[in-house]
């Protein structure tokens, strides 16, 4: 069982690692738009939360060098600075390292990255720095000094001073006469500040080493919950108001909140005396807080003068464990099917009611309502998965000393969330094949073939029907499918008696194994990328498609189903067991005529099927289901597609097509490869989701085994 | 837990985990409970203690908190004054 203190650095991880994955696509964007301040504002300010949170949770390294980082961010920030190329270099540079120090400290690994103290250097004479006058900043807990863009806010209420009491006043009035300053400083902060270690009181703590507190006032939420569910984790003031009189300057005030100064979550004013002066006929010692009687009696009525910020109650998006979705996910799965039930159930139907047909359609409505909505909290934007491709193209490009530009399309699509952590790797593979193999080598090469001598590389994303399509085109050479040919027969991949369309030729491709590139380098052609692709797309339910003309170009295409929670399917049946096909997989359905089966002694049968002849599998036979065997003439065929070539299913009828709740599978059933899960049909009836990948599989060995014979 | 004539006396220096133990505590006896205050020997720990008060009020209005409706000199806190409208 994990610990507070485990959940909470937990949590730290939890936003580091978005901060971090943010950067990145920041980053990209200011190299696009050097000028604009707005996004280095934007990176700043995630640099600083991150420093603040990393020297909170003993994340040393990682701090020291964000502070420096965060240094060189400040003085870019100045309208008057602006950006070269070098600096944006370094500034990818630091990332880089600060991505690095991160994951080693994450993962307890007491260890420097290998350009951490080379690029900190670049940093430091980037500007110029004096290490020594930055290091007298820098006092015994880290802290340095913070820069005052973050207390610009004013945040003082004038009305306050009202409801201090005159003995309160008069000592702050005396502080005057000692040449000190009354500072005013009003902390409203998120209501996790708890969970992310801070307390109002490590603040008060810092303020003893500046002046006095005189006055504080603590404007609590409405919303305190009752004993019984009092909760430690959730902070439920709203705003804390604190008089403090110092002599110091405003800047040492400022320094107390380094580590938690976010905007509008801080401000500070120097009060003005006269408005003490002029209050003070209008003091009332009664008016000092109006809540003497009974606070709590008097909630409602006094809702409408509070003057108390109710921003924390009202956040506008707030975090959930994805897992908490998953099982939210589940429970309207289980609604679904429920209604199924009670939508296909003989003896409601038999009541032919029109008033219970009106609920049942209402019902019906309201859970496919609720089922979109619940499928759309998992839906998320490809755009931060795509900008960070940027990243990728621009690292290729330097490295291959290609001109590219990487042009993206479609980045508001929405994919479901659980798919974008498996396509970063496959995408990243992608985007380096095209401009490593697929851009022309070098701008004479694209001239001489009249193309423009920048490469081009489209990355776009697009839902067409249920499904989810990426495409990764290049301009570049093409793929000589003669060369492929050739390497696969070399390889024993492919068979010189036979004879392969295009495409089959292009899928050996992403067999493991192959690779055409006369040299391995450490952008690709180790041979493995594509085929791992392969398998990461397959991984969630996908398919990859290769399209190329020699001299015009590569397209990969990516065809993914919208959710990995629930499939599009065809529902066929043999004897009384339903079964579900991927919609993915299917070619097309048909009927056989006699003269298109052929038969090859002790091979099986086949079929001509629009010219090409594809091996017949018999479900029946294959899931070893006791059933008498048909004719497949009187049976339906299902072409599955697969880049090892196409089969044919034969089925005994074809039900239809439906989306159905995948459901996972017990470990025993798991091992049967045949099979990739379950799903309830509406009648009640389960229906085994079938796995072509291991069809396809289980034939070759059968081709194989007879072929031996 | 520190209740005496019915007067429940909480330590300022508890931190979120102690006034946690200490919500349940007090919901278990607080039939006994007639009044609580804050023992100000040591400094405030946490801010939560001020969430608890109002929590406890909340449990049984009846409950006299002198420091929801008065204000309370806390050393480093300053005069304090807790508003509170639920």
Known sequence: MSTTKDRIIGIFIEESTEIIQQLETELMILEESPW????????????????????SFGFTKLGGF??????????????????????????????????????????????????????????????????????????????????KQ?????????????????????????????????????????????????????????????????????????????LEIFDIEKNYINKVSVYLVSSENIDEIQDVFEFIAEDNEVGISIVDISLFESAEDEIMESQLIKVNEDPIKNLSINQSNTSVSNSNTSAKSIRIESSKLDELFDSIGELVIAQSFIDQNELIRSLNNLEINQYLSMLNKTTRLIQNKVMNLRMIPIKDTFLKMKRVARDVSNKTNKEIELILSGEDTEIDKTMVDSLGEPLIHLIRNSIDHGIEANKEDRINANKEEIGKVYL??????????????????????????????????????ETYTKEEILNFLLVAGFSTAPTITDISGRGVGLDAVKRSIESIKGKIHIESNLG????????????????????????DETFIIPTLSVVESFRAKKGDIQKAQGKGEFINFRGDILPIVKLGELLEIDYEPLDVEQTTLICIEHEKGRYVLQVNELLGRQQVVIKSLSKKLAIIKEISGAAIMGSGVIALILNTEGIREWLDTELENKKIK | ???????????????????????????????????????????VTSSCLFTLLISIKKAKTDISIPILFEEIDIEGFGNVSIISKG
């Open chain 1, 150 to 226: 973050h207390f610009h806010h004013d945040k003082f209420d004038k009305d306050e001073i009202k409801n201090i009491s005159k003995d309160v006043k008069n000592i702050l009035l005396d502080s005057i006469n000692e040449d000190k300053k009354i500072f005013n400083i009003v902390m409203q902060f998120d209501t996790d500040i708890y969970i992310r270690g801070y307390n109002h009181t490590l603040f008060f703590k810092l303020f003893a080493n500046l002046g006095t507190v005189v006055k504080s006032f603590w404007y609590m939420a409405n919303n305190i919950p009752e």
């Open chain 2, 1 to 43: 837990m520190n209740i005496k004539d019915g007067v429940l006396k909480i330590d300022s220096s508890l931190n979120n985990l102690e006034l946690e133990k200490l919500s349940h505590e007090i919901k278990n006896n607080i039939e006994q409970i007639k009044e609580v205050t804050i023992d100000k020997k040591s400094i």
């Open chain 1, 460 to 497: 776009s994303a697009m839902h067409k029907g249920s499904n989810f399509i990426i495409e990764i085109k290049d301009d570049g050479r093409g793929v000589d499918t003669q060369k492929i040919l050739q390497k696969a027969i070399e390889k024993g991949i492919a068979s010189s008696e």
């Open chain 1, 66 to 147: 964000v502070h420096y980082f965060e240094d060189l961010l400040d003085f870019y920030r100045n309208p008057n600075n602006q950006l070269n190329k070098k600096i944006i270099q370094l500034i990818f540079d630091a990332y880089d390292v600060i991505k690095e120090v991160f994951e080693l400290e994450r993962d307890k690994i007491d260890k420097y990255p290998k350009e951490y103290e080379n690029i900190l250097k670049q940093i430091k004479e980037s500007l110029e720095i004096d290490l020594e006058k930055i290091e007298a900043k820098i006092i015994d807990n880290n802290k340095i000094v913070i820069h």
């Open chain 1, 552 to 575: 015009e170009g590569t397209t990969f295409r990516i065809v993914l189903p919208l959710t990995l929670a629930i499939i599009d399917g065809m529902s066929v049946k043999v004897k």
């Open chain 1, 36 to 55: 604009d301040k707005s996004i280095i504002n934007e990176i700043f300010r995630g640099v600083h939360t991150l420093k603040g949170n990393a020297n």
